[in-house]
């Protein structure tokens, strides 16, 4: 015989959940319950399933289940991973469709319909999650001022795109979309494959040729995406999207020029807005397209900072936005060269153009080797590995102060007052063989 580990009061309503919807006993939970037999794996699948219902974390029960059966035989662990697979997406089929049904209800009624977007919002739960807001004591010692770094490379996808794509994803599947395509350099794609595999939607998506191989694989393995390689760049992959998304049950997502993008992203800084007591004195960020510079453009005038300065970064040879505004219109690159391939759009949206030109916007670029070696300072110094965009974001805090893009240069000490944010934007697609590899192919090059 064996006793069940009393749970915690706040499973209480996972146990609840799962008594309801997949018949697992709450006497089963009682600390004085004997089992002749373990728990069934029908129990246990149950339980988890419950915690994805209420807890909307899909990938979390799964990887607590893998961890599970590796004291299973392979068999039973199969049989286990594909019950599993099978209650899941009955589960996501069932709120998309309650989803569908509270909507069709709302545009019935005509004073219902002009609420609908406020509710809408309300109905579809955030596929993102409150991302952790730290001091960097490091940084802080060096600018001698207050640091803080917004971990966006936490959120579940691995990057802060998951924040408007996951809107974005939610809303074209609430509308009745049947699949979802995508073009993507890398953290778009990983955002709509883990988008799909939460609201239980096929996914393709479309990637250049310079994406790396683990970041496919990554949405693959992990997501179930059906990814195809198609062209160099990011532009040459976004017309092969466009042309298998004309299907009518099929929506598009752009990686970065889309207003409900844009929305998503706002709510970076409606949490800078809670986690913080004083306004910023900057905010710096990375462009590659522009949507994250929207969308904190935009966020910030929605809570009163409109006033912030913030400091768009980019890479040499992935300079569309720096080259716009110091040209004064939209300029389109001719190729990317900057190894910062996921900053790789020819042209900037250009919304994000006309807010830069507009408001109190700092465009800032740095060398691939500056890039690369903040990339190495902020593993060393935050623990994090992230990728060469990411990196690039926050490179103006470590260059030395005589650099033209260096946070001296850029934002004087006088004008600082409140704490400096840096958006720590993703670090999915970035492995220790990649940074082994720039750094390799970056000492060849100087050394020829």
Known sequence: ?????????????????????????????????QYTEPPTHRHFVSLLCACILLRDNRLLANMALQQWLRVKSCERGMSVLK????????????????????QRSLASSPSAYVNNQSQQQQELPPLHIESPLITSDTLSLRLGHQVLLKLDNTQPSGSFKIRGIGLACAR????????????????????????????????????????A???????????????????????EADVKAREIAEDPDTA???????????????????????????????????????????????GLAQVGWADVPVIATETMGADSLYQSLESKKLITLPDITSFA??????????????????RNVIPARVSDEDCLRTLYAILDTERCLVEPSCAAAVSPMYLHEDSPASLH???????????????????????????????????????L
């Open 341 to 358: 391939k996921t900053l790789g759009a020819k042209t900037v949206a250009e919304e994000a153009f006309r807010l830069a030109s507009s």
């Open 172 to 211: 074209a599947v609430a509308n009745g979309a049947t699949r979802l395509v995508a073009s993507s350099g890398g953290n778009a794609g990983n955002a709509v494959a883990y988008a799909g595999s939460v609201l239980g939607v096929p996914v393709k998506v479309i990637v250049p040729s310079s994406t």
């Open 409 to 447: 240069t850029l934002l004087p000490r006088e004008q600082r007052d409140g704490p400096i944010v840096g958006i720590v934007c993703g670090g999915s697609g970035v492995s220790l063989a990649q940074v082994r590899g720039w750094t390799q192919d970056m000492f060849q090059r100087d050394h």
């Open 83 to 102: 019950y599993m697979a099978s209650l899941t997406k009955a589960q996501s089929q069932q709120r998309t469709a309650l989803i569908r049904c509270q």
């Open 252 to 298: 598009y997502l752009h990686p970065f020029n889309d207003p409900v993008i844009w929305e998503g992203h706002t709510s970076l800084v409606h949490e800078l807005k809670q986690q913080l007591s004083t306004k910023p004195s900057a905010i710096l960020l990375s462009v590659g397209g522009g949507g994250l510079l929207v969308g904190v453009l935009q």
């Open 1 to 33: 015989s064996r006793s069940v580990t009393r749970h915690q009061p706040t499973d209480c309503a996972i146990t609840a959940c799962a008594y309801t919807h997949f018949g697992f006993p709450p006497s089963a939970l009682s600390p004085h319950t």
């Open 213 to 235: 191989p683990s970041v496919r694989e990554r949405m693959q393995r992990l997501y179930g995406a059906d990814v195809e390689v198609h062209g160099n760049v990011w532009d």
